[in-house]
């Protein structure tokens, strides 16, 4: 073991450079791993646990980009992360001669396009809050892809947009649609009826992909943050944008996605769509969430039957929520069943989305106990066995990588490491489709899926994998084509996440839950 640092001091670079950047020094022989990230102190920390924290790299500051390697040999490790200048003057060297450069500030952004009303901001959060407060000065709306940006700074930008009439979408906000025009993480969804507020990112790519398969598209998808209905912001964005989108003439239904608000926030926009009369959809994600409906608003439990109940609406016809839409899964999880041991009864969830994790969380632990996960007890997820839920976007799993949305080393190694527990019987995974994500998330992950099936059945045991593809046929990487491959590799996959969660509940639960949510009326308890 062998470490090289480089610091490249006052060097910014976009996560997509340092993913880049990433791969190719992991991919040369003789590399353990490899940090490069920027050097704020939430990345020196997760340098520090993945004990690549080097007396150097602890140096760096917000400013400076830093890369750390590790590799079997001093002449390895020095040899990688020198290969970065070269590779950063390339760059340059290719940026140069398409001409013109780029502009490096906001100001000289609008000077070049003075028709634009639009920011996309994704710079270090230390510095976000100020790029964001020029570019609404100078008239923008923006979306504030940067995370790390304090409670208090998001308050203020939050009430200057309100009070010049703009939208400030974010901080950490990854999806939305606006005007048509597609941002961050998006789906490739038509244009149509259908307005969006969403604190969840993965939550809204999973609503619009369904409600595009049902012919629905989206008017407007406004993307306020996952604070954004917490005390602290008090719902600011979140009402400003429903009163946006009771403007909008092109807007018939009205949905607000996301996880529990507080109470007062919830009751503020309860009574902001009372007040707009439209018809509205609410999914806000939590443990107490049941299905009712008040007048024209309808509340729903899960993101599949909030896309269904929208669909509902806009058809004029009745809706019931279903277990499951596959007439067959009765006896897919029959088969199922029949190829574990007795040992086996856990479920493992590892999920690209955050929001598609939270769900699941919420309806594995409400149809088997309680569920371990990093998204609410990090000490209990230590020190319990059992079923588990891992959000792997979530920064403990992306030191020195990107998002699993566009990285899947993470994910890999995490199936590899659960095809050895014996007691494993469900392995739950999901796969995010859309513009920004990789190019082939399904043909990634499919290889070690094929391998954990294959040594279960080594040592005698079987080895559900059940599966949920969020996209459309329109996107680059096409649904269709990334259901087979998963299914060919051995996934079960399902058409929502929700249908997902209660099938790999089903396999690991036994016939009474089976029976529960699948003999009744409607076909769910």
């Known amino acids: 073991m062998a470490y090289a640092t480089l610091i490249k001091r006052g060097a910014y670079h976009d996560s997509v450079t340092l993913l880049n950047l990433a791969r190719a020094l992991r991919g040369r022989p003789g590399v353990r791993e490899v940090g490069v990230v920027m050097g704020t102190p939430a990345n020196r920390d997760l340098l520090a646990q993945a004990s690549l924290l080097t007396d150097e790299a602890a140096t760096a500051t917000a400013n400076d980009l830093v890369v750390v390697v590790d590799a079997d040999s001093a002449a390895i490790a020095g040899e990688a992360a020198a290969s970065v200048q070269s590779r950063l003057a390339e760059r340059v060297s290719r940026r140069d001669d398409r001409g013109g450069g780029r502009p490096r500030t906001i100001g000289a952004a609008i000077r070049r396009m003075p028709e634009a009303n639009l920011a996309l901001i994704s710079v270090p959060g230390a510095f976000a809050a100020a790029e964001a407060r020029r570019a609404l000065h100078a008239g923008l709306h923006v979306m504030l892809f940067s995370d790390n940006v304090s409670l208090e700074d998001e308050v203020a930008l939050k009430h200057l ?8 979408m974010g901080p950490d906000c990854g999806t939305a649609y606006v005007g048509g025009v597609p941002l961050g993480f998006a789906n490739v969804v038509p244009r149509g009826r259908v307005g969006i507020v969403a604190a969840s990112g993965t939550g809204l790519q999973q609503v619009a992909a369904l409600l595009a398969g049902r012919g629905h598209g989206i008017s407007h998808a406004i993307g306020v943050g996952g604070r954004d209905m917490g005390a602290t912001v008090g719902g600011a964005m979140a009402l400003s944008s429903l009163d946006l989108l009771a403007a909008d003439p092109t807007t018939d239904l009205v949905m607000v996605i996301g996880k529990p608000p507080a109470p007062a926030v919830a009751e503020r926009v309860r009574s902001r769509l009372r007040a707009i009369g439209r018809p509205a959809v609410i999914c806000l994600l939590g ?33 019931q929520p279903l277990a499951f839409s596959d007439p067959d899964a009765r006896r897919r999880v029959s088969d199922a069943r029949r190829q574990l041991t007795a040992a ?5 969830g590892l999920y690209a989305g955050g929001t598609l994790a939270h769900e699941s969380l919420l309806i594995l632990d409400r149809l088997l106990g309680p569920v371990a996960s990093n998204l609410t007890d990090r000490a209990a997820l230590e020190r319990r066995a059992g079923h588990r839920v891992l959000d792997m976007g979530a920064d403990e799993f992306t030191v020195g990588r990107a998002h699993p949305m566009l990285d899947p080393t993470a994910r890999v190694e ?9 007691d494993l019987a469900v392995l739950l995974l999901d796969v995010v489709l859309g513009r920004g994500a990789a190019i082939d998330p399904a043909g990634d992950l499919a290889g070690a899926v094929r391998a954990a099936r294959a040594e279960a059945r080594g040592r005698g045991q079987g080895l559900a994998v059940v599966a949920t593809v969020v996209g459309t046929a329109e996107d680059p990487q096409g649904l269709p084509a990334q259901v087979a491959t998963l299914e060919a590799a051995g996934a079960w996959v399902l058409p929502s996440n929700a249908q997902a969660a209660r099938a790999a509940a089903c396999i690991a639960g036994g016939d009474v839950l089976i029976d529960s949510l699948l003999g009744g009326p409607g076909g769910r308890a």
Do not use: C, H, K, Y
């Not at 947009?161 to 400030?168: D, T």
């Open 161 to 168: 947009a309100i009070e010049r009439g703009l939208l400030l």
């Open 287 to 319: 443990p107490a969430v049941t299905d009712g409906r008040e007048g024209s608003i309808i509340t729903v439990a899960t993101l599949e039957d909030a896309a269904f109940a929208a669909d509902a609406i806009l058809m004029n016809r009745p809706w």
């Open 344 to 348: 086996q009864s856990s479920v493992l």
């Open 414 to 422: 995490a199936i590899r490491e659960a095809a050895r527990r014996t």
